[in-house]
C-alpha cells in the first residue's frame, strides 16, 4: 500500500509538464501563468508537508496520510475539471497535501519494519519517488494522445483513492506519537515567507529584478524567514525542531537537498518545452509529447536502477561519498545540456547519467535523515526535508521560468540562449550540491528513543 500511495504521488508531479504548451492553449493563458501549474504545486507542497508530518507525529501516520491522499485526490479532481487557469491553480495548490505522503510513508516504514530492513525498504520509497518523476513525463504523450490532457488528472486520482482505501483499513495505528499543542503561528510564517520569496523570483522578468516589487518582497521574505526561526526556536511545541535541524546529518542532508530540487525540479519542468520546440526555431527537436518523453526514458531507467542499490553502496562506502559522487557525476548532464544538445544521443546520455544522480540521492538523503533522529521525529524531520526539496524545487522552478521567459523571439518561442543560461543555473545548483555533499558526516548518527532522552543527545541537539 505504502508503495501504492508513493508511486500514485510521485507520477504526479511530472506528469503535467510535457503537456504546459497544450494546456496554455486550452486554458487561453500566457506562458509565464502556466507555469505557475508547477510553482504553485511546489509552493504548497513546501507549506504543507512539513506540517502533515507535525500532524503525522503528533496524532497518527496513518490518520494524516489517509487524509492526504483523500485531499490530494480532492485536487487531481479540480485540476481536471478546470474550465480556466484559475481553477487549474486551486487544484494544483490542493494537490500540494500529496507532499506529505513520503515522510509519513517513512516514518511508517520506522514504526513498523525491523530495524535491519528500514534502509532496504526507504530506499525503495524513495527510488520509486525517483522513478516517478522519470516516468510521469514518459506517460503523458501516449494519455494525451489517446484521450487528452485530462486524463492526467483523472487517472492518477483513480490510482489515489484506491491507495487511500487500501490505507484505511492495512495501516495500524502509529507505536509512537509527539505531545504538545500545534504552532499555528509557525505555519502562517512558514507559508507567508515562502510566498514573498517565490512570487518574486517566478516574476522578476516581467517585473524586472531590480524592480522595487522584487526587492521589496524578497526582503520582506528575509524579515519573516528570520521571525519564523525565531517563533520556532522558541516555542514549546515548534512546527520544526530547530535544535533537531542543527544535528550535523539534518542540516547537512537539507542543504544538499535544497540544491538538489533546484536542479530535479527546474530541469524536469522545462526541458520537455525544449525538446518540443520546433526545430525552424534554430533549436530543439520538434519531437511531439510522446517523442519528448521517450528522450527522457533513460532517466527513469536510471534513476530506479540507483535507487535500489544505493543503500548496499551506503554501507560499503558512507552516504557522504555516495551523494558527492552521483552529484559530481551529475554535472556530465549539464555540460551536456549546456554545450552539446543538437541530437538525440547527447539528451539520452544526459538523461541517463542524470538519472544514477537522481536514484541515488533520493535513496541516500532519506536514510541519512531516518538514521539520525528519535523515531518520534522521523515524520517531521523526512517532512522538513522533503519541504526544503520542494522549496529547492520552487526556487529552481521560479528562476528556470524568469530566464526562459526573460529571453523570448518575436513568435513568443523562448530563444536557445534563454535554455543554455538557464541549464547553466542549474548546473551551478548541481555544483553547489557536491560541495555541500562533503559536509555530510561521514558516520551517521543512529538516534534511539533512548538517546534522544539522555544528556548527550540535548547536547548534540
Known amino acids: 500500500m505504502l508503495i501504492l500511495s508513493a508511486f500514485s504521488f510521485s507520477i504526479i508531479q511530472s506528469l503535467v509538464s510535457p503537456v504546459l504548451p497544450e494546456i496554455q492553449r486550452e486554458l487561453h493563458t500566457s506562458q509565464s501563468t502556466v507555469t505557475w501549474i508547477i510553482t504553485a504545486y511546489l509552493l504548497s507542497a513546501s507549506i504543507v508537508t512539513p506540517i502533515l508530518g507535525r500532524l503525522g507525529d503528533r496524532i ?60 532496504g525498504v526507504v530506499g525503495v520509497l524513495a527510488s520509486l519517488l525517483a522513478v516517478g518523476l522519470g516516468l510521469g513525463a514518459v506517460l503523458a504523450g501516449p494519455v494525451v494522445d489517446a484521450v487528452n490532457y485530462r486524463a492526467l488528472f483523472w487517472m492518477p486520482m483513480i490510482l489515489v483513492i484506491i491507495a487511500a482505501v487500501t490505507a484505511y483499513f492495512v495501516i495500524p495505528p502509529s507505536p509512537t506519537r509527539s505531545a504538545g499543542q500545534f504552532s499555528w503561528l509557525a505555519s502562517v510564517l512558514l507559508g507567508a515567507w515562502l510566498v514573498l520569496l517565490l512570487v518574486p523570483l517566478s516574476e522578476a522578468s516581467t517585473w524586472g529584478w531590480t524592480s522595487t516589487r522584487v526587492l521589496g518582497m524578497l526582503f520582506a521574505a528575509l524579515v519573516l524567514l528570520i521571525v519564523w526561526i525565531v517563533v520556532e526556536a522558541k516555542v514549546a511545541n515548534p512546527l520544526i525542531d530547530m535544535r533537531m535541524m542543527r544535528l550535523p546529518g539534518v542540516w547537512t542532508t537539507n542543504l544538499v537537498s535544497m540544491l538538489f530540487g533546484a536542479s530535479m525540479y527546474g530541469l524536469i519542468g522545462f526541458l520537455p518545452a525544449f525538446l518540443q520546440t520546433p526545430s525552424a526555431a ?96 522521523t515524520g517531521v524531520a523526512n517532512g522538513m526535508n522533503t519541504n526544503i526539496r520542494s522549496i529547492g524545487g520552487a526556487i529552481g522552478a521560479a528562476v528556470m521560468a524568469s530566464i526562459v521567459s526573460g529571453h523570448t523571439m518575436v513568435s513568443g518561442l523562448p530563444t536557445e540562449e534563454g535554455y543554455t543560461y538557464g541549464f547553466t543555473a542549474l548546473g551551478i545548483a548541481t555544483a553547489g550540491a557536491a560541495v555541500a555533499a562533503f559536509l555530510v558526516p561521514r558516520h551517521h548518527q543512529h538516534v534511539e528513543e533512548e538517546e534522544a532522552s539522555s544528556p548527550a543527545y540535548a547536547e548534540a541537539s
Open 282 to 377: 534554430g533549436y530543439g527537436f520538434g519531437a511531439s509529447i510522446t517523442k519528448a518523453g521517450l528522450l527522457m526514458l533513460p532517466m527513469s531507467v536510471t534513476m530506479f536502477l540507483s535507487g535500489v542499490s544505493t543503500p548496499r553502496l551506503v554501507h560499503r562506502l558512507g552516504a557522504k561519498w555516495i551523494l558527492a559522487g552521483a552529484t559530481i557525476i551529475a554535472l556530465v548532464s549539464f555540460v551536456i545540456l549546456v554545450a552539446a544538445h543538437d541530437r538525440e544521443w547527447e539528451i539520452l546520455l544526459a538523461m541517463a547519467v542524470l538519472g544514477v544522480r537522481f536514484g541515488a540521492a533520493f535513496a541516500t538523503m532519506s536514510n541519512v535523515i531516518v538514521s539520525a533522529v528519535p523515531p518520534h521525529q
Open 60 to 119: 497518527g501516520k496513518d490518520k494524516v496520510l489517509f487524509v492526504s491522499l483523500i485531499v490530494l485526490a480532492v485536487g487531481l479532481a479540480v485540476s481536471a475539471v478546470a474550465p480556466n487557469i484559475g481553477v487549474m491553480l486551486v487544484g494544483r495548490v490542493i494537490q500540494g497535501f500529496g507532499g506529505g505522503i513520503f515522510p509519513l510513508a517513512f516514518g511508517i516504514v520506522r514504526d513498523e519494519m525491523p530495524r535491519d530492513r528500514v534502509a
